[in-house]
């Protein structure tokens, strides 16, 4: 806060209004304290003309609150994340201003943005080895069954022949669009369902969505060429969640709040769960360009938080900034140091299929000297073949179109790079894991997956710090499932010989 605050004394009036106001101590004892701003806020208020209003996020101590402040200073509700206390509003500099010294007001966040982290993958994971060889609890293969996996991102077509079950059914088993801030008052219910039949992933960054969704749960498909390929939890459900062609984090943080309303029943209550599995895991392959402090006070910590205590795990892309370790790149949030929020690294096997491969370059480093920076664990990022539209801007920067499996499937698939490659990869994975262990805590998952990833020796030395040995470039190592599967029921088996003595 107080580096940026000198950031932005340079500024215009405003600025250096909300600058004094942030360096204000408690000493100083104002009659109502001034609600602390971010950084990205600040800055965007100083350059602000006087009546252009702007998208806030009003934190309150609870949504009472958040709502009375912000109609006490007559900004304009576009939604509410009554959970964790936010409203979502548009007001001009002045109202925002107005609004910090309401009572009950903690922090006021802008509408950052945020970028998708764009720039055979089963066998390094032992993900196919986990559904060959591995069986959940009804002693169907482990591959995701039974588990919805939401996917936050621009958007899928539910029609696509990789998502396609064998009964002819979809692995979306509901298709939302995140309407907030597109239409004016919306309301509090701007994520609505839309057809299970409409392709949601048709704006200007169309086709990242198809490609992620492809890469957590296609179904084994075989093209044209002979090719053979499944996603990395090729029985999951797809709980697929559209943040619309303005990429902006209240987007995505509608997206988030949706989940944590509705992760136990993704359908409705009237849809089973056999039909519609609940929600255990969020995939993000999104962030802001460059990395970023992490900031516990955002509503998308908040949310994640939130979601972690109700047995959801959060997946992030690392980020594809690069790096060198001089500096932290990787996605903010998933800095996150509550159990069961997973960063994800890149890995590449260099088309070997082997698990001594490299980190990709591309993939986003951590500071060297700050491990709460690091990612957590590095999965497959690099030619990673997915679904994909020959119409989709990002499908058609891939390097290999590809068809099939049927004759009329023309550009159906195609290769493409990145961290957001790489998180679809972990989020599957966790999907398998919750199968074979639904009552694991995300914290467990998280600790099964770190305490058993393959350490490849490529890039950064590994160093022991808080109870992992692990890097800043690509965590702990390679998520390997199999393992991870193993661990967990050793925890399970522990947990079940303790039983008996509890009750002494
Ligand atoms: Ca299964
Ligand atoms: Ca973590």
Same mark, same amino acid.
């Given at each position: ?199 949601t992933d048709t704006t200007s960054g169309g086709g990242h969505g ?66 519609c599995p609940p929600i255990k895991v969020t995939n993000n392959s ?62 590449? $096997?260099?088309? #070997? /299929?082997?698990? +001594?491969? &490299? ?5 986003? =480093? @951590?500071? %060297? !000297?700050?491990? *709460? ?99 800043? $470039?690509?965590? #702990? /190592?390679?998520? +390997?499932? &199999? ?5 967990? =029921? @050793?925890? %399970? !088996?522990?947990? *079940? ?8």
């Amino acid at each position: 806060m107080t580096r940026s605050t000198r950031r932005i004394l340079g500024g215009g009036s405003l600025a250096a209004l909300v600058a004094g106001a942030l360096l204000a101590t408690p000493a100083q004892a104002a009659p109502e304290p001034l609600a602390p701003v971010q950084d990205f806020l600040a800055d965007q208020l100083a350059g602000l003309a006087a009546a252009t209003p702007t998208t806030v996020l009003v934190h309150g101590t609870d949504i009472a609150a958040a709502r009375d402040a912000v109609a006490a200073t007559g900004m304009r509700t576009v939604t509410e994340f009554e959970r964790i206390g936010v409203v979502v509003a548009a007001g001009t500099a002045g109202q925002v201003e107005a609004v910090r010294s309401q009572p009950g007001v903690t922090y006021l966040e802008g509408n950052t943005p945020i970028a998708f982290t764009q720039e055979t993958s089963n066998t390094a994971t032992h993900g196919a080895e986990a559904v060959a060889t591995l069986t959940g609890p009804d002693g169907s293969p482990l591959d995701g069954s039974g588990v919805s996996v939401a996917v936050v991102d621009s958007g899928i077509d539910p029609t696509h022949p990789y998502l396609r079950d064998p009964d002819g059914g979809s692995a979306v088993v509901a298709n939302l669009k995140s309407l907030c801030l597109v239409e004016a008052d919306t309301g509090p219910d701007c994520v609505v369902p839309v057809s299970g039949l409409v392709d949601t992933d048709t704006t200007s960054g169309g086709g990242h969505g198809m490609h992620v969704s492809g890469i957590v749960a296609g179904r084994p498909t075989t093209l044209s060429d002979g090719g053979q390929l499944q996603g990395a939890a090729p029985g999951a459900s797809i709980v697929s969640v559209s943040t619309g062609a303005v990429l902006l984090i209240v987007g995505a943080d509608s997206a988030l709040n949706w989940v944590l309303e509705n992760h136990e029943a993704p359908c409705g209550a009237g849809v089973s769960a056999a039909e519609c599995p609940p929600i255990k895991v969020t995939n993000n392959s999104y962030g802001p360009a460059g990395g970023g402090e992490f900031d516990p006070r955002s509503a998308t910590v908040k949310l994640q938080r939130a979601l972690a205590a109700e047995g959801v795990v959060t997946v992030w892309a690392a980020g594809n900034d690069g790096g060198d370790g001089s500096e932290s790149l990787t996605n903010p949030p998933g800095q996150d140091p509550t159990g069961g929020i997973l960063s994800v690294a890149s890995y590449s $096997d260099q088309d #070997t /299929g082997t698990r +001594d491969g &490299v980190v990709s370059e591309y993939s986003s =480093r @951590g500071a %060297a !000297a700050d491990p *709460s920076t690091w990612p957590d664990l590095s999965a497959p990022g690099e030619a990673i073949t997915s679904s994909c539209r020959p119409t989709m801007p990002i499908c058609s920067t891939g390097l290999d179109p590809r068809n099939g499996p049927g004759l009329l499937d023309v550009g159906t698939f195609n290769t493409i790079s990145g961290t957001s490659m790489a998180a679809p990869h972990v989020a599957g994975i966790v999907a398998q894991l919750f199968e074979a262990y639904p009552t694991a805590t995300p914290a467990e998952i998280e600790a099964a997956l770190k305490g058993t990833a393959y350490r490849y020796a490529d890039g950064a030395a590994y160093q022991r710090t808080g109870g992992y040995t692990t890097s800043f $470039d690509k965590g #702990t /190592g390679l998520v +390997d499932v &199999v393992a991870a599967a193993q661990a967990l =029921r @050793g925890e %399970a !088996a522990a947990t *079940s010989s303790k039983k008996p003595k509890r009750g002494r």
